[in-house]
């Protein structure tokens, strides 16, 4: 079906059948679809990816409806930080805005960049252009950009609440990489090694076989002396953590000065410290002014609530940012908050959630629990007869209850992802579904057997 056809049967489908491609009622354990789902506040403006049987990807809305035919081999969104979808077919692809609306399409295949921008790779019969080299494309002004080599996607980071400067795209000519703005005109000369997307102001980029940070002009902030840059973070993103030749990490701002004059094996930077340390020795965080602020404690981590460390009897707890005790408590094992609260372990071996004070206000009793977010949490609850699979809610309770199996191997299992803007996708061998918070199923569609 090429990409006109797949266009006209959406229509056709939705005008005939509606919204509903779920299945319901079917065996395996597979959830009902509560047809009179609402949608939640947080799920508005928002797409969800959907798999069906036969491994066709497309979207669907917070209430289940249908908004990009599940008609695509693979789906390339819906991503924080981009405005659009692309859609991939075998020789074509699609592109929707975040709404489900189709933008634009094209033969060959197409990876997103920037809003606006796709990188399309043989796209010969889309513009009469009878070489099938790649180029950075306008999908809104129908324009090539710049034929070019490669192209960095501005997705290409785990962490999708960076926010990234899609003013300058680092594209690659004659082996060579540089920066283009979105009109295709040249910002920085195409004469490093390798180079990374922009972030603020500053972008990691590779000369003469040495990483350095660089600045908007294309000049050295941080020298290219070193084999990596490992990281860029703290206040504002103005700190990045270097690795030199003999393999050990350094802190360097965005004007070059070397942090501490220290090095040491690894380095993390965190919002409000550095935590650096050695093989076989404790680590130890450091505010960005150099002050030591967990001695005699080896630490684990930070989050918003202060620095997780480990006393020399293997207990955990939290340090506040001046290096005290945040709450008397101790712990076997101790996570970050998140949602207010975190996951912590006593001589059990069970998960509760404990709150600000070191106080179980969820008690243990999971043999394993995620991360609060957006008010629900997915766990795993021993019971006499087997294991209860699901979502609580700050009080502990079983809010939404996905699944009871009699042991952790068996095919129908579900694998639960967290919940995000209203929805949380569940996985099993068998089906693949989307559950809102009030517990009920607005998506399920079956998958084949093995």
Known sequence: MNGYKMVLFAILWSAIFGSTLALSGCSDG??????????????KGHLFKVEMQDGKVGA???????????????????????DYIVGLHESFYNIFNKQGKLVSMGEGSASPVANDLVFVKNPGLLFGDPTFSPWLFNFKTNDKICKCQDVKPHNDLVCSEYVYNSRYIAVKKADKWGYVNPSGEVLIDFKFDDAENFRDDYAAAKF??????????????????????????????????????????RVYDMQGNWWQQAEYDLIFLYPRVITAGNEGEPFHAFTYAGTLVSRDYDVQGADSKGIIVKDSHGSH????????????????????????????????????????????????????????????????KPVQDGYVHGYINKKGEMAIKVATTETLKEPGVPTMFKFKHGLAKVKTKFWMGYVNAEGSWVWVSEKGRD
Not at 215 to 239: C, H, L, S, Y
Request: with cysteine; proline share 6%; hydrophobic share 40%.
């Open 317 to 380: 707890f939290h340090l506040d940012y001046s290096g005290k005790p945040l709450y008397d408590a101790k712990f076997n094992r101790l996570w970050s908050f998140h949602d207010g609260l975190a996951k912590a372990k006593t001589d059990s071996d069970l998960y509760g959630y404990i709150d600000e004070t070191g106080s179980f206000v969820i008690k243990p009793q999971f043999i394993t629990a995620a991360d609060f977010n957006e008010g629900l949490a997915d766990v795993i």
């Open 30 to 43: 597979i959830p009902d679809v509560d047809p009179d789902a609402k949608m939640l506040s947080a799920s």
């Open 208 to 249: 003469d076989g040495k990483w350095g940070v660089i600045n908007t002009k294309g000049e050295p902030v941080i020298d290219f002396a070193f084999e990596e840059i490992w990281e860029r973070g703290g206040p504002d993103n103005q700190f990045a953590v270097v690795c030199t030749e003999s393999n050990r990490m």
């Open 60 to 82: 669907i809305d917070g209430k289940g409806t249908i908004v990009i035919l599940p008609d695509f081999a693979g789906l390339l969104g819906p991503y924080e930080q981009l």
